[in-house]
């Protein structure tokens, strides 16, 4: 059974506008918590990622909320660009699991112009 | 230039034939992973290693096998006991006691 559950499934979001993915876990043991991003045909690459010691992180135009004792984190991008076309996936993972990460199953995200 | 190569970028093989692909890096990573990507189900882990001459079996090991006999590389084998092989194929690595698994550009096998 999958241990990550994410959704949208896909968005459509227009240029300018905020994107919003969401994921739940089960496992009390997990304490990391990524997002990747993925381009067609490419390998996913580290966008963001938080601790259950905070309850949000900012690097630019994403924004990772966690909310610890509802077991859910959302991914915001603000300010959706053409190039955040891409699909996401959220992960997690605890520290005596030997760095092995549950992912979700993906959001593809297309930003209009 | 540091980074995971994967090799092939496609691969064609017939059903029933083993195959292999490669993962190497120069990271100088500990850690290194293989995933298997589906449409609509996200990443599944197959196997990992952390140190050589060592690996774990992942969520979906049946129907593969891999080997670590250097730090550098830890190439996949799927062979012809798994069903349904056609996939994109990830490799990541990590350093130890770091979290973040960087990943390779993947190997699309389609068996014919």
């Known amino acids: 059974q999958q241990q990550v559950k994410q959704s949208p499934q896909s968005l459509i979001v227009q240029k300018g506008g905020i994107s919003i993915i969401n994921c739940a876990y089960e496992n009390t043991a997990f304490d990391y918590f990524p997002w990747y991003q993925q381009f067609p045909g490419k390998g996913p690459a580290l966008l963001i990622a938080i601790r259950p010691d905070v309850s949000e992180k900012k690097e630019g135009r994403f924004t990772i909320s966690f909310n610890k004792s509802a077991k859910q984190f959302s991914l915001h991008i603000m300010d959706s660009q053409p190039g955040d076309s891409a699909t996401y996936f959220c992960a997690a993972g605890g520290t005596d699991s030997w760095g092995k990460l549950q992912f979700g199953a993906g959001t593809q995200v297309v930003v209009t112009p | 230039d540091g980074g995971i190569t994967q090799s092939p970028k496609y691969l064609f093989r017939k059903e029933g034939q083993n195959v292999t692909l490669s993962c190497e890096q120069n990271l100088n990573h500990d850690a290194m992973y293989w995933y298997r990507q589906d449409p609509g189900q996200g990443l599944r882990l197959i196997y990992y290693s952390q140190i050589v001459n060592d690996f774990q079996k992942g969520d979906i090991a049946e129907g593969y096998s891999v080997s670590r006999e250097k730090k550098e590389s830890f190439p996949l084998t799927v062979t012809s006991a798994q069903k349904n092989p056609t996939a994109f194929y990830l490799c990541?690595?990590?350093?130890?006691?770091?979290?973040?698994?960087?990943f390779g550009p993947g190997t699309r096998l389609t068996v014919l």
């Open positions: 990541a690595s990590r350093f130890q006691g770091t979290d973040t698994q960087y």
